[in-house]
């Protein structure tokens, strides 16, 4: 191997590190399966990345796709093949655009392309240290927090400024995007104060339109006697579409004075996560409620 191939490895290998380790994936997470997609390249001669050999992956034959795009500026594709292969491939818009339909021009090497375009075509334990090439997207539809449901393009890359290229597509079909989660946060305008501990009982629903856990949470507010007590409070529910869920939680004020019948002032958060997009999804309520004694 020359210098300047042993500098490609090396910088090869350091990037997919960086992949692997998720800085260099401008994405969520946890990557989306690939339900229907496929990967193909070549090249010339005397390109590193290709070995001047051909390249064809597809769902169909049992390759594993994954992909990932956090606001659709950036596609980065992850491959593992039936036999052992494995390749990373990433498009990336100039600035924040989206990508969309149409030929970028003069892409380096990303994530190191500044404002331009930028591609990256390795695996297999090669990479390119700087590379020009150019990129077509012909498909791209993206949901929310870049969902990819559709992505295709095709692409030219050159290692270190040599003249061979690895030349190939790929090919992404998904599913529509799910919903995002919805989630409404209601406080019931009536509780409870036990004359005992002087804890107030608060209550309410909460509404999820997909199943998940909510966590409520907040601070129930009186004043006593020129004195400010303040109650926190926290309970988990468990969130499914339909009739909406009640909570109750009990808050103990954190002085020595405790609360008392009458009006107190309830700040409450619910929050829960969206699986489908690795999100978490809060919404607040301020209520006045009426405190009415609990006797023992």
């Given at each position: 191997m020359n210098t300047s191939w042993r500098r490609a490895a090396l910088g090869g290998a350091l990037a997919l590190a960086a992949v692997a380790s998720g800085l260099a994936v401008a994405?969520?997470?946890?990557?989306?399966?690939?339900?229907?997609?496929?990967?193909?390249?070549?090249g010339d001669p005397g390109d590193y990345i290709s070995g001047g050999g051909s390249y064809?992956?597809?769902?169909?034959?049992?390759?594993?796709?994954?992909?990932?795009?956090?606001?659709?500026?950036?596609?980065?594709?992850?491959?593992s093949g039936a036999n052992g292969d494995w390749w990373y491939l990433?498009?990336?818009?100039?600035?924040?655009?989206?990508?969309?339909?149409?030929?970028?021009a003069e892409a380096t090497r990303y994530p190191f392309?500044?404002?331009?375009p930028g591609l990256s075509l390795s695996g297999n334990g090669r990479g390119c240290n700087t590379l020009t090439g150019s990129f077509t997207v012909t498909e791209a539809a993206f949901g929310p927090h870049g969902y990819v449901e559709t992505?295709?393009?095709?692409?030219?890359?050159?290692?270190?400024?040599?003249?061979?290229?690895?030349?190939?597509?790929?090919?992404?079909?998904?599913?529509?995007?799910?919903?995002?989660?919805?989630?409404?946060?209601?406080?019931?305008?009536?509780?409870?104060?036990?004359?005992?501990?002087?804890?107030?009982?608060?209550?309410?629903?909460?509404?999820?339109?997909k199943a998940t856990t909510a966590t409520v949470s907040g601070t129930t507010v009186q004043v006593v006697r020129s004195v400010v007590v303040r109650g926190p409070f926290l309970t988990q529910v468990p969130c499914t579409p339909g009739d909406p869920v009640p909570w109750s939680v009990t808050a103990s004020p954190d002085g020595s004075t405790p609360f008392r019948k009458g009006?107190?002032?309830?700040?409450?958060?619910?929050?829960?996560?969206?699986?489908?997009?690795?999100?978490f999804v809060s919404v607040v309520d301020t209520a006045v409620v009426g405190l009415r004694k609990l006797k023992p």
């Open positions: 994405g969520p997470a946890a990557a989306q399966p690939v339900e229907s997609g496929s990967l193909e390249f070549s064809a992956y597809s769902t169909d034959d049992g390759d594993l796709l994954t992909v990932a795009s956090g606001n659709g500026s950036v596609v980065n594709v992850s491959l990433s498009f990336d818009a100039p600035l924040d655009d989206v990508l969309a339909p149409g030929t970028y392309n500044g404002a331009g992505f295709a393009a095709t692409f030219e890359q050159h290692c270190e400024g040599g003249t061979a290229a690895a030349r190939g597509e790929v090919h992404i079909s998904n599913p529509p995007p799910p919903p995002e989660l919805d989630v409404q946060l209601d406080v019931d305008g009536a509780g409870t104060v036990s004359t005992v501990s002087g804890a107030a009982s608060v209550s309410g629903t909460v509404s999820c339109n009006d107190v002032e309830v700040d409450a958060k619910a929050t829960a996560r969206d699986g489908d997009y690795d999100q």
